[in-house]
């Protein structure tokens, strides 16, 4: 990644009457990276994206595209910007590719060659001359993607994309939209409610609740960061293996699992552990570790509230 970010957020704010409903969020984007953007039901991550896209006007605070201030210079701001809001409106009548001229014919200084460059950039070369109403979702989709990154933007904005799609179609995007941000070296921000889908798709998420940003950092860091590990053995004869992690572990129950003895050890602990089994002619077949996934970690920190 650049180290120049292509979105920089600085203290945005929006405010209806004495509501603030988003508050002084700053945030910075890069390119061919894939921002999560997540947050609980009426946190605020709609109105921010909407102010970002200048769908809805800033009551304080800077959104800065590509060095230029969006209040200042709205055109050459948002001219960097692609996006898509849930399912992309086409022409169901018309093929893809007539879809993609179309809009083409609204975009100044963009060369027709694009038009098949961004085909092949979402896997639509054997469909493009198909209408559109025969199309799946995931297609439509891709489509819709094609058409936003048609003027090469630097920044693509996902508003819920994998919303309706089954197990393939979702594993498609995910697919995708890694391959765009590297090869059109986008920076990419995506809003979604699937919370595993997001722990495979992105490199950093960022949480907002209550209308501020609680939290930023990278997938890896959210899922494993924790100090303690929940730690299965895998043993036998069990019972006796039971007995001995009580003694070698004051104040732990070891819990009984389907895959062994469940305990809360440190890192440190976990060989230290299997030594003394070991030496106690207990046979440890297996020894896993339970790490907290994205999931996990984003209901802890919202206190389990429900996602947008």
């Known amino acids: ?13 929006k405010q209806i009457g004495n509501k603030k409903i988003v508050e002084d969020v700053t945030l910075d984007i890069y390119p061919g990276e894939v921002f999560g953007f997540l947050g609980p039901n009426g946190a605020g991550k709609t109105t921010t994206i909407r102010m970002i896209v200048g769908l809805i006007s800033i ?25 898509i809001v849930e399912n992309p409106e086409m022409y169901k009548f ?11 014919r609204m975009c100044d200084g963009v060369k027709k060659e694009r038009i098949d460059e961004v085909v092949r950039l ?68 995506v809003s979604s409610h699937l919370l595993s889908e ?22 890896g860091d959210f899922v494993g960061e924790e100090e303690q590990l929940n ?12 007995m001995c992690l009580k ?3 004051p104040g732990q129950t070891p819990e009984v699992t389907p895959q062994g003895l469940q305990v809360t050890l440190s890192r440190e602990q976990i060989p230290q552990i299997n030594a003394e089994l ?27 509230n429900q996602i947008v």
């Open 94 to 104: 018309l093929t893809g590719r007539q879809n993609l001229i179309h809009y083409w």
């Open 231 to 242: 730690v299965i053995y895998t043993v036998e004869p069990a019972a006796e293996a039971k």
């Open 278 to 304: 070991v030496k106690r002619d207990i046979a440890v077949y297996g020894i896993q570790t339970a790490t907290k996934t994205l999931e996990d970690k984003f209901l802890e920190v919202t206190g389990g």
């Open 59 to 83: 009551t304080a605070g800077d959104v800065i595209i590509r060095g230029t201030n969006l209040k200042q210079n709205f055109e050459k701001a948002i001219a960097h910007v692609g996006g």
């Open 198 to 219: 997001m722990e495979m798709m992105c490199d950093r998420i960022g949480i907002i609740q209550n209308g501020k940003l609680i939290d930023v950092k990278k997938v």
């Open 1 to 13: 990644m650049e180290n120049q970010p292509v979105l920089q957020i600085r203290h945005l704010t």
């Open 247 to 249: 003694q070698l572990l």
């Open 122 to 189: 979402v896997g639509l070369e054997q469909r493009i001359h198909d209408p559109v109403k025969t199309y799946s979702l995931g297609m439509r989709q891709r489509l819709g993607v094609a058409q936003a990154l048609l003027h090469s933007p630097s920044l693509l904005i996902l508003d819920e994309p994998t919303n309706g799609l089954d197990p393939a179609g979702i594993r498609e995007i995910r697919e995708y939209l890694r391959k765009w941000a590297r090869e059109e070296n986008l920076a990419v921000m």
